[in-house]
């Protein structure tokens, strides 16, 4: 700690700063010139940029991306260190991935954001579906929660990769700033699908900052599933959502159901705390 290195001239200030992202993560801070390396933090996966024409929008949900699979379980840490970048006000910021941040408020503003626990009202639904009916169910889940006013994203795990994303990492960038956080899954061999179980396992260990976590789903004459998610996510500490589940095909009666659970969980956005909502 405050270890210097003269490059003849200019100064680099050795800052550490453990759990960015790893143990070792340290920030170099040059004073004559307010330049911040600060390795791991404000990165991104890749730098973006179309040369001479940067995209701010891009640039931010690249760095989201990567805050959320790389720091967001240590966003406490990361929380102090963004104060302390504030503090120092640097006029540029140079992370060890992606993009030079020439105007910092950008980047300072959307961590100051991330690291606030605070959420939207909108509701993100991560699901697999193999022959329709759990797809079924969140669409019709998604169109009412709309239709009250609620912002919904559906990822669904078992498509595509979109460019260099795949829908896992869609998932928890969503997760950044979603407030509830819907998981859906056929029954398979007496649990969730594996793309489910394995996505449910990283909400798990990143954690993020969801305020409701509901388990969703189409079986056909019973799984553990529900049991083996919960396990999965292991204390997360968001509020649960009774579990929705559907024998096959959602019936009439069953989306009736579905319809209930969507204005009710559409209540509980609306009924969000101010102070916690971004
Ligand atoms: C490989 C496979 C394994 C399954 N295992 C179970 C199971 O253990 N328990 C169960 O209730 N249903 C099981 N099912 C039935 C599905 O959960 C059921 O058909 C469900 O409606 C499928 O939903 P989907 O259309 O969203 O894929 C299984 C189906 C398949 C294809």
Redesign the pocket.
């Known amino acids: 700690i405050g270890d210097q290195i003269d490059l003849g001239g200019v100064t680099l200030e050795c800052m550490p700063i453990p759990f960015a992202h790893w143990p070792d993560n340290t920030m170099f801070w040059m004073p004559q010139e307010r330049l911040l390396f600060p390795s791991d933090l404000f990165g991104s996966h890749y730098a973006p940029d179309i040369p001479g024409k940067p995209d701010e929008t891009i640039r931010i949900e690249q760095s989201r991306t990567y805050f959320s699979e790389i720091m967001m379980p240590f966003r406490s840490h990361v929380k102090g260190y963004v104060e302390q970048v504030r503090a120092l006000d640097p006029a540029i910021i140079c992370a060890a991935h992606g993009p030079v941040w020439f105007e910092p408020d950008t980047i300072l503003s959307e961590y100051e954001r991330m690291v606030s626990d605070k959420t939207t009202r909108d509701v993100l639904i991560a699901y697999v579906?193999?022959?329709?009916?759990?797809?079924r169910m969140v669409r019709l889940l998604a169109k009412t929660l709309s239709d009250e006013g609620i912002g919904v994203k559906l990822v669904d795990l078992g498509s595509a990769r979109h460019d260099l994303r795949v829908p896992v990492g869609m998932v928890l960038t969503g997760a950044v700033f979603a407030g509830a956080l819907i998981l859906a899954s056929?029954?398979?061999?007496?649990g969730a699908h594996p793309l489910v179980s394995a996505m449910t396992m990283l909400i798990g260990g990143i954690n993020p900052p969801v305020k409701y976590i509901g388990i969703a789903?189409?079986?056909?004459?019973?799984?553990q599933m529900v049991k083996q998610l919960e396990s999965l996510l292991g204390n997360h500490k968001a509020a649960r959502l009774e579990p929705l589940l559907v024998r096959?095909l959602p019936a009439k009666e069953d989306e009736e159901a579905i319809k209930v659970y969507a204005l009710e969980l559409a209540a509980r956005m609306k009924a969000l705390p101010e102070g916690e909502v971004l």
């Open positions: 579906s193999m022959h329709g009916s759990t797809g056929p029954a398979v061999l007496g789903g189409s079986y056909g004459w019973g799984s096959g």
